[in-house]
């Protein structure tokens, strides 16, 4: 996300402002804070704290071997992830879209520039 907002600001100086599409930007933004949020808090929290509650109640190693980590509830858990992925994706399509645009829309002025 910082380097999305890095490459914003690096955008303002070689294309024009104006030009720009909002709405594709906003589409962006949400859709990529929406779609980490959702990978968050229905795939990545819910994996880890049954896991630290498995190496609380068994081991340590119980929680990292692959029958755990395989299980049906982990599987469930990994299935979770899909639907914030969905909304990541589009936010990232939206974002690869708008700067297509924001390099279309460009202007090449040529003239005398003085560095």
């Not at 100086?13 to 599409?21: F, S």
């Not at 190496?55 to 119980?62: L, T």
Request: with cysteine; glycine share 10%; aromatic share 16%.
């Amino acid at each position: 996300m910082l380097g999305l907002g890095l490459m914003l600001y690096c955008l303002r100086g070689l294309t024009d402002i104006t030009r720009w599409h909002q709405g594709l930007l906003k589409t962006a933004f949400w859709g990529l804070n929406i779609g980490l949020a959702m990978m968050t808090l229905m795939s990545m929290l819910p994996q880890g704290l049954w896991q630290t509650y498995a190496s609380v109640k068994h081991y340590y190693a119980f929680a990292r071997s692959a029958e755990f980590v395989r299980s049906p509830v982990m599987e469930g858990f990994v299935w979770a992830r899909v639907p914030g992925d969905v909304v990541f994706s589009i936010g990232v399509f939206a974002f690869a879209i708008f700067v297509c645009l924001a390099f279309k829309n460009h202007e090449v002025h040529s003239g005398n520039t003085n560095f």
